[in-house]
Protein backbone atom coordinates (compact mmCIF):
# COMPACT_ATOMS: atom_id res chain seq x y z
CA UNK A 1 0.00 0.00 0.00
CA UNK A 2 1.48 2.92 -0.92
CA UNK A 3 0.55 5.49 1.89
CA UNK A 4 2.30 3.12 4.35
CA UNK A 5 5.55 3.33 1.83
CA UNK A 6 4.81 7.57 1.68
CA UNK A 7 4.82 7.70 5.50
CA UNK A 8 7.40 5.08 5.99
CA UNK A 9 9.82 7.19 4.07
CA UNK A 10 8.71 10.40 5.57
CA UNK A 11 9.57 8.84 9.24
CA UNK A 12 11.83 5.74 8.30
CA UNK A 13 12.39 5.27 12.22
CA UNK A 14 8.90 4.06 12.10
CA UNK A 15 7.33 1.01 13.36
CA UNK A 16 3.94 1.20 14.73
CA UNK A 17 0.94 2.47 12.59
CA UNK A 18 -2.78 2.70 13.80
CA UNK A 19 -4.72 2.04 11.19
CA UNK A 20 -8.74 4.19 11.37
CA UNK A 21 -11.42 2.12 9.76
CA UNK A 22 -14.89 2.44 9.59
CA UNK A 23 -16.84 -0.79 10.49
CA UNK A 24 -20.30 -0.22 8.71
CA UNK A 25 -18.38 0.82 5.67
CA UNK A 26 -17.84 -3.27 4.69
CA UNK A 27 -14.73 -2.47 2.48
CA UNK A 28 -12.80 -4.55 4.28
CA UNK A 29 -9.92 -4.76 1.38
CA UNK A 30 -7.93 -2.25 2.67
CA UNK A 31 -6.92 -3.45 5.89
CA UNK A 32 -6.09 -6.78 4.52
CA UNK A 33 -3.58 -4.86 1.85
CA UNK A 34 -2.62 -2.97 4.57
CA UNK A 35 -0.98 -6.01 6.67
CA UNK A 36 0.35 -7.23 3.31
CA UNK A 37 2.66 -3.38 3.33
CA UNK A 38 3.24 -3.42 6.78
CA UNK A 39 4.86 -6.91 6.57
CA UNK A 40 7.52 -5.61 3.92
CA UNK A 41 8.21 -2.71 5.46
CA UNK A 42 8.34 -4.25 9.19
CA UNK A 43 5.55 -2.02 10.52
CA UNK A 44 3.73 -3.27 13.60
CA UNK A 45 -0.11 -2.11 12.71
CA UNK A 46 -3.13 -1.67 14.97
CA UNK A 47 -6.39 -2.13 14.24
CA UNK A 48 -8.92 1.05 15.32
CA UNK A 49 -12.57 0.68 13.74
CA UNK A 50 -15.31 2.93 14.24
CA UNK A 51 -18.95 2.92 13.96
CA UNK A 52 -19.95 6.48 14.47
CA UNK A 53 -18.62 9.84 15.28
CA UNK A 54 -18.79 8.95 19.21
CA UNK A 55 -15.89 6.19 18.39
CA UNK A 56 -13.43 8.79 17.13
CA UNK A 57 -12.00 10.15 20.65
CA UNK A 58 -11.89 6.28 22.28
CA UNK A 59 -9.76 5.39 18.63
CA UNK A 60 -7.59 7.87 19.31
CA UNK A 61 -6.89 7.32 22.62
CA UNK A 62 -6.25 3.58 21.90
CA UNK A 63 -3.88 4.86 18.96
CA UNK A 64 -2.04 7.16 21.97
CA UNK A 65 -2.27 3.86 24.64
CA UNK A 66 -0.74 1.18 21.60
CA UNK A 67 2.16 3.86 21.33
CA UNK A 68 1.05 4.04 17.22
CA UNK A 69 4.00 6.99 15.76
CA UNK A 70 1.84 7.29 12.40
CA UNK A 71 -2.09 6.82 11.17
CA UNK A 72 -3.20 5.33 8.06
CA UNK A 73 -6.63 6.38 7.54
CA UNK A 74 -8.64 4.27 5.27
CA UNK A 75 -10.90 5.62 2.63
CA UNK A 76 -14.99 5.76 4.13
CA UNK A 77 -17.35 8.31 3.40
CA UNK A 78 -18.23 8.77 6.73
CA UNK A 79 -14.25 9.11 7.88
CA UNK A 80 -14.34 12.10 5.15
CA UNK A 81 -17.56 13.19 6.08
CA UNK A 82 -15.81 13.70 9.04
CA UNK A 83 -12.35 14.64 7.99
CA UNK A 84 -12.26 17.80 10.19
CA UNK A 85 -12.55 15.75 13.43
CA UNK A 86 -10.36 13.06 12.23
CA UNK A 87 -7.38 16.02 11.63
CA UNK A 88 -8.07 17.58 14.44
CA UNK A 89 -7.93 14.23 16.52
CA UNK A 90 -4.68 13.30 14.76
CA UNK A 91 -2.86 16.96 15.57
CA UNK A 92 -4.35 16.54 19.33
CA UNK A 93 -2.80 13.23 19.66
CA UNK A 94 0.25 14.45 17.43
CA UNK A 95 0.50 11.43 15.05
CA UNK A 96 1.41 12.41 11.61
CA UNK A 97 -1.24 10.71 9.52
CA UNK A 98 -2.11 9.93 5.77
CA UNK A 99 -5.29 9.56 3.67
CA UNK A 100 -6.51 8.70 0.29
CA UNK A 101 -8.04 12.05 -0.22
CA UNK A 102 -6.47 15.47 -0.47
CA UNK A 103 -9.39 16.78 0.87
CA UNK A 104 -7.86 15.51 4.14
CA UNK A 105 -4.50 17.47 3.38
CA UNK A 106 -6.49 20.81 3.07
CA UNK A 107 -7.79 20.51 6.24
CA UNK A 108 -5.03 20.22 8.28
CA UNK A 109 -3.75 16.53 7.70
CA UNK A 110 -0.14 15.55 6.90
CA UNK A 111 -0.63 13.96 3.64
CA UNK A 112 -2.94 11.87 1.51
CA UNK A 113 -2.45 9.58 -1.74
CA UNK A 114 -5.24 8.58 -3.78
CA UNK A 115 -6.89 8.57 -7.18
CA UNK A 116 -7.41 11.71 -8.84
CA UNK A 117 -11.12 12.50 -8.36
CA UNK A 118 -10.78 15.12 -11.38
CA UNK A 119 -9.85 12.93 -13.68
CA UNK A 120 -12.46 9.94 -11.99
CA UNK A 121 -15.23 12.11 -12.71
CA UNK A 122 -13.56 13.36 -16.20
CA UNK A 123 -13.86 9.97 -17.56
CA UNK A 124 -17.19 9.01 -15.92
CA UNK A 125 -18.51 11.81 -17.98
CA UNK A 126 -16.69 9.55 -21.23
CA UNK A 127 -19.06 6.43 -19.99
CA UNK A 128 -22.35 8.44 -20.00
CA UNK A 129 -21.77 10.14 -23.56
CA UNK A 130 -21.13 6.57 -24.77
CA UNK A 131 -24.56 5.39 -22.92
CA UNK A 132 -26.03 8.40 -24.50
CA UNK A 133 -24.72 7.79 -27.72
CA UNK A 134 -26.75 4.01 -27.22
CA UNK A 135 -23.56 2.13 -25.74
CA UNK A 136 -25.47 -0.68 -23.72
CA UNK A 137 -23.33 0.06 -20.16
CA UNK A 138 -23.04 -3.84 -19.57
CA UNK A 139 -21.26 -3.82 -22.85
CA UNK A 140 -18.64 -1.53 -21.34
CA UNK A 141 -15.46 -2.84 -19.22
CA UNK A 142 -14.78 -1.32 -16.03
CA UNK A 143 -11.91 0.83 -15.13
CA UNK A 144 -9.92 1.30 -12.09
CA UNK A 145 -8.18 4.93 -11.70
CA UNK A 146 -5.36 5.43 -13.68
CA UNK A 147 -4.06 9.05 -12.03
CA UNK A 148 -3.10 9.01 -8.28
CA UNK A 149 -2.12 12.31 -6.55
CA UNK A 150 0.32 12.90 -3.59
CA UNK A 151 -0.74 16.00 -1.59
CA UNK A 152 1.35 17.51 1.57
CA UNK A 153 1.03 19.72 4.33
CA UNK A 154 4.02 21.39 5.41
CA UNK A 155 2.67 23.40 7.34
CA UNK A 156 1.40 20.68 9.01
CA UNK A 157 4.69 18.98 9.20
CA UNK A 158 6.96 21.13 11.08
CA UNK A 159 3.75 21.35 13.74
CA UNK A 160 4.79 18.32 14.49
CA UNK A 161 8.21 18.63 14.30
CA UNK A 162 8.71 16.25 10.96
CA UNK A 163 10.89 17.19 7.52
CA UNK A 164 9.25 16.03 4.57
CA UNK A 165 12.25 14.49 2.54
CA UNK A 166 12.94 16.48 -0.98
CA UNK A 167 12.04 13.56 -3.01
CA UNK A 168 9.09 13.28 -1.38
CA UNK A 169 7.69 17.22 -2.38
CA UNK A 170 9.32 17.23 -5.75
CA UNK A 171 6.91 13.75 -6.75
CA UNK A 172 4.15 15.88 -4.97
CA UNK A 173 1.14 16.77 -7.72
CA UNK A 174 -0.38 19.61 -4.41
CA UNK A 175 1.99 21.24 -1.41
CA UNK A 176 0.33 23.01 1.12
CA UNK A 177 2.53 25.63 2.94
Do not use: C, W
Request: glycine share 6%; no cysteine.
Amino acid sequence: MKRLELLKETIPRISRVAVLDDATFGATSGYTQAETAARALQLRLQHLTVRGAADLEAAFHAATTGRAEGLLVLASPFLNANRHVVTELAARRNLPATYEAKTFVEVGGLMSYGPSFTDMYRRAAAYVDKILKGAKPADLPVEQPTKFELAINVKTARTLGLTIPPSLLVRADQVIE
